[in-house]
């Protein structure tokens, strides 16, 4: 079957680096993505990985490594508005995305 | 309209009842999608429509039925509503497939009692 795994939930301290972690069992992979959801509201887009390595973009990057099926967001300097849940999701070889149940991150002042 | 609405806001149904949730989008985006989404659950696909015309079934899409006569809309229908499809509803849309960025609506938050 197809899987991905996400933390449940995260605990960070406001100003620090957090870094969530997904890993994926799918059939296939043509790109990999990180939703952010803050509680009541729809997901928007953060990332999109389809190749080894980091995407850099302001305090959120995002790496990718295919041959282990992983993939981590590391969120930097973080801020109280960073709270929320994290959402990793992995199209497959079929072209559907498959979304993990998501991280949601608390942050502490 | 700026991106994709969606109507109700919230919604509580007697079991039984018909619903329609409705979508609108106005970026002339090809490919609309229906999620739900439960506690604990993440995202799961209902129904998807790749272009006008065309609708698949997703991992969920039982009770549930969609049609997309045209490009801007995508009707989500509970033809007799049943309690376990109490759920925070999500309609979003890509440019062409689900290799693109999704863009989500506000969703619906539905009760059936």
């Known amino acids: 079957g197809q899987n991905i795994d996400q933390p449940t939930e995260m605990t960070a301290t406001e100003g620090a680096i957090v870094q969530i972690n997904c890993t994926y069992q799918?059939?296939?992979?043509?790109?990999l993505f990180w939703y952010q959801q803050h509680a009541g509201e729809a997901p928007t887009f953060l990332s999109y990985?389809?190749l080894d390595g980091l995407e850099e973009k302001g305090r959120f990057s995002s790496f990718l490594s295919r041959s282990k099926g992983y993939s981590y967001l590391l969120l930097k300097e973080l801020q109280m508005k960073d709270s929320a849940s994290y959402l990793c999701?992995?199209?497959?070889?079929?072209?559907?995305?498959?979304w993990g149940a998501g991280t949601k991150l608390i942050i502490k002042p | 309209i700026a991106g994709i609405t969606q109507a109700p806001t919230s919604q509580i149904l007697a079991a039984g009842r018909r619903m329609t949730l409705r979508c609108t989008q106005d970026?002339?985006?090809?490919?609309m999608y229906w999620y739900r989404q439960d506690l604990g659950l993440g995202l799961r696909l209902i129904h998807y429509?790749?272009?006008?015309?065309?609708?698949g079934k997703g991992e969920v899409p039982d009770g549930y039925s969609v049609s997309r006569a045209n490009t801007d809309d995508f009707p989500l229908t509970l033809a007799s509503a049943v309690p376990s499809q109490t759920s925070v509803y999500f309609c979003?849309?890509?440019?062409?497939?689900?290799?693109?960025?999704?863009?989500f609506g506000p969703g619906t938050r539905l009760t059936v009692l």
């Open positions: 999701a992995v199209t497959d070889s079929n072209y559907q995305l498959i």
């Open positions: 979003a849309s890509s440019e062409k497939s689900q290799t693109d960025t999704q863009y």
């Open positions: 990985n389809v």
């Open positions: 799918t059939s296939g992979f043509n790109g």
């Open positions: 970026m002339r985006h090809n490919a």
């Open positions: 429509s790749n272009t006008a015309g065309t609708t």
